[in-house]
């Protein structure tokens, strides 16, 4: 059974950082392409980053520069280091695993970011 477990989300001023794990358990890691999603309130969930096992990155464009996506495979845990957080950044931010193989993926639960002052 496939589990992600998401952790580090919170109430933080502009300007200031978050970092997000999402550990999981029940698949081989390794093959599997690890993301970061995010969905705020009447808008559709939208790529933030994503990770593959050899260390290609994707990023969208708006956090480019301030968010960091990497992964430990010895611990089976994708982290989303989150810098310079601005208010567009609030959204609930879903882990999301694809394994390269056949292309099924899952979903965590969602952690709440919320960015204000």
């Known amino acids: 059974q496939v589990q992600l477990v998401e952790s580090g989300g919170g109430l933080v001023q502009p300007g200031g950082s978050l970092r997000l794990s999402c550990a999981a358990s029940g698949i081989i890691f390794s093959i599997y392409r690890m993301g970061w999603y995010r969905q705020a309130p009447g808008k559709q969930r939208d790529l933030v980053a994503v990770t593959a096992n050899g260390g290609t990155t994707n990023y969208a464009d708006s956090v480019k520069g301030r968010f960091t996506i990497s992964r430990d495979n010895a611990q089976n845990t994708v982290y989303l280091q989150m810098n310079s957080l601005k208010p567009e950044d609030t959204a609930v931010y879903y882990c999301?695993?694809?394994?390269?193989?056949?292309?099924?993926?899952?979903w965590g639960q969602g952690t709440q970011v919320t960015v204000s002052s």
């Open positions: 999301n695993v694809v394994n390269l193989l056949n292309g099924i993926n899952y």
